[in-house]
């Protein structure tokens, strides 16, 4: 039986960040923790491209502008849904996942979801570096483990 395990070390792959302008108060905390966490793994800051696009929901079609250029071996997607007082919420966090899952899998390309879904504002702080860790941070390592699971598997 072969067991494949990635390990975490970057300094040979290429990171695309998508991050949502929306809520940008919690979303600069989150691309902070991505980058550092990239940058503590071995990816050169050279090696990772950052795009802003106004909101969650246009998260999707930017991953997949990204790919297409063939620049990037993964992806990173963050943004901070909160829920408001009415069911957009449950749109845009439906949309923004079946958008970023849907063009990591038609693409055969890593796109990590660092989107934060969450009743408050207190709840998204705690998840960007607060209290309750970095959600960022924590799609950056999981970015890198998947893509050396998926080098061993094509190797
Ligand atoms: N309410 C939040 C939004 N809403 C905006 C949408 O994401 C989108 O930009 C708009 O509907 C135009 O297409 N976006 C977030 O990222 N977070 C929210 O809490
Ligand atoms: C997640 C949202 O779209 C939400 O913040 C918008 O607030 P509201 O539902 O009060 O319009």
Not at 35 to 60: R, T, Y
Not at 90 to 112: I, K, R
């Amino acid at each position: 039986m072969t067991t494949f395990n990635g390990k975490i070390g970057g300094n040979e792959f290429k990171v695309g960040i998508v991050v949502a302008r929306f809520n940008a108060f919690v979303t600069q905390q989150l691309l902070a923790g991505a980058q550092a966490s990239l940058e503590q793994h071995g990816v050169n800051a050279k090696d990772i491209d950052v795009a802003w696009v106004p909101g969650a929901f246009e998260i999707p079609l930017t991953v997949q502008k990204m790919i297409a250029t063939k620049r990037y071996d993964g992806v990173i997607a963050l943004g901070a849904v909160i829920r408001g007082a009415t069911a957009h919420f449950d749109y845009v966090c439906s949309g923004v996942t079946t958008g970023v899952m849907t063009v990591s899998l038609a693409t055969d390309t890593p796109v990590m979801f660092g989107i934060l879904t969450t009743d408050t504002i207190e709840q998204a702080m705690d998840r960007a570096g607060f209290k309750s860790g970095n959600k960022g941070a924590d799609c950056a390592v999981s970015l890198l483990e998947t893509l050396d699971v998926q080098r061993s598997l094509e190797a």
